[in-house]
């Protein structure tokens, strides 16, 4: 068959697993399988020259398994640069359970999954992901070591998403003091557009300091509840990116920084929780950066959740994550200053940090 005429559908099963597009020199890929208990996951493991390929289990209903391959390739490459610009001795992996949790997810599917885990023999480390809860991390943890975010009464470090906002808002201070010249963010009006765990987390340290916060989600009994524990604001327009705002924090969804949005927002600053905010990585940061907007990247500040489970690993407490958490701050101010010198988009300097990080380490190999 001629490439030239094939669909990007027939394209994708020429090289179905190497000349996927978003396989990017991934170590190892494996594919599970269990007929008993119905089983079907990926786990990839993208870069392990840092250390163990860390990185959460996410259950997906796919459409298919080309889908699940393909997020569970672009997801593992992103903890390896998650980890390598935060500075921790961890390489990137991820994995992808195709099922609905819901209805799917049953203890024996995720015994047989930690069963998985465990014959990489530390290679890959899991914790949890969309779709997970630390029960299941506690579940799993009873046939493998090699899991991560597993409750506090287990010994773990328990829920990250407070850590996560906490980095998050140590992102969004160093962007500020970027673009305004000041970290405080007391009167600045910031647009929290998803409060769920890490969106409410970050509400509350936006309030203690005094910053005017909008809340927006699509669940309006989420809405009110926050709005009353905070004394903060519902933004009830249909536009929220029109809007006039100091910082915008997207902690809901990836891609809300695309074609249709990147004209219309009015913020100065964008920092939030959420993964690849940027539709188009190099060409919506390069517009981002010629309107001025300062862009705190997603994976650098989201990284406190990760920094969380790797006390688990390393043994340290409470107050070395915080102190590692806080230490985003630094590491932010230092990749926009990084891009502006250098005249390349935040996204771009993070990556570049991150990859001299791992070239330097395999020298020393
Ligand atoms: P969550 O599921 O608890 O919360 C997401 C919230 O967004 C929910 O309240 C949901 O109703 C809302 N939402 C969904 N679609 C929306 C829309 N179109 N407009 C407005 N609100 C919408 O998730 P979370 O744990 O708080 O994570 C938030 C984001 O941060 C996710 O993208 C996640 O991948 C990322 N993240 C989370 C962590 C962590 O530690 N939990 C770590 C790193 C990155």
Redesign the pocket.
Known sequence: MLTEVMTPNELKKIDPVFGQMSFDDHEQIVFCNDKDTGLKAIIGIHNTVLGPALGGTRMWKYNSEWDALNDVLRLSRGMTFKSAVTGLNLGGGKAVIIGEAKTQKTPELMLRFGEFVHSLGGRYITAE??GMVTSDMDLVRTVTPFVTGISEENGGAGN??P??AYGVFMGMKAAAKFAYGSEVLEDKVVYV????????ALVENLSNEGAKVYI????LE?LEEIRDKYSVSIYTGDNLYGEEMDIYAP????ATVNDTTINQLKAKVIA????NQLADENKHGMILREKGIVYAPDFLI?????I?VYAELENYGRQEIIRKTENLYNTTLEILNNAEISGITTHQAALDVARARIATRKKEK
Request: overall charge negative; some cysteine; proline content about 3%.
């Open positions: 992901d969309v990250p998403s850590i996560t557009q998803g409060i769920g765990n890490v969106g409410e927006d989600d699509i669940n989420r902690c809901a969804l990836g939030g929780a959420a993964n989201n990284a406190g959740g990760i969380n």
